[in-house]
């Protein structure tokens, strides 16, 4: 949608979709409206419990059928396990996405990488789908009068052009960018000192662990320290990311910064930097 700051301003039930790298403060924005009568969608909270559940949860019974005391009172169904997944804390997404490389060191081999990156790929494109449904639920069951959609950072690698027009037709797309070469490395920097399962596509991937185990000297991607290719991937995965976010946010949304954004504080600070991007880009 766009908007003159006028018929923004006049808009009663405001629907904004947040874009950007994961650290740049779409959830600390979705956490700070959802205090001020916002519902906060998150996609990946969507994914994790409605598209993803059931992956995740076989993916831990196949971990806990090893151990023999878990195993039997698992056969029996003396015991069940279920998903804690938080919009806060979405652990078991992440255990399930996993980081490629090595299995004795916690990574995940190649084949099983990519079906799981592909399913989560189709989880991610169906909770964007979701999103007219739960605009409507957030004011018709909740009473919730405003609506933010906290997307993954990986939106703009889904390709599935769809998904964008769906989000553009039912709500602002407000892009957060990173325009300051120290605020770059410091969230570089936050997501090589704790590396974090990451979605890539098909054809990054592919390019990228070529030329990762061409610089290390290793065969197969099994051979691999997952943290360590997860530290060298992710500058790459940012700066190929940003030419992405720009294709959507230019022709259909608007751009503020990581640092416009560092400085709102209520809800008040963020509706008027949402006139000020509407009104440079007018």
Known sequence: MKFSVEAFRAWDHKKITLLGMSGVGKTHLSDMLRQHHWFHYSGDYRIGTRYLDEPILDLIKQQA??????????????????????????????????????????????????????????????????????????????????????????????????????LVRHTLILYIQVTDREEEDKLIRRAQSDPKPLYYRPEFLQEQLAIYLAEQGLEYAAEMDPDAFTRWVFPRLFHSRIPRYEAIAKPHGYTVTSQEVAQVRDEQDFLALLETAIARSE
Request: hydrophobic share 45%; net charge negative.
């Open 65 to 166: 059928m090893q151990v023999p005391f878990l195993r039997e009172l698992l056969r029996k169904d003396w015991i069940y396990i279920r998903n804690n997944i938080k919009v806060t804390d979405l652990g078991p997404v992440l255990s399930f996405v996993g980081k490629l490389g090595n299995p004795a060191l916690g990574g995940v081999e190649l084949d099983d990488f990519v079906q799981r990156q592909a399913r989560y790929r189709e989880a991610e494109i169906a909770a964007m789908y979701d999103v007219p449904a739960f605009v409507d639920k957030a004011r018709a069951i909740y009473g919730y009068p405003h609506f933010v959609n906290d997307v993954g950072g990986s939106l703009c690698e889904l390709e599935e052009p769809g998904v964008i027009d769906l």
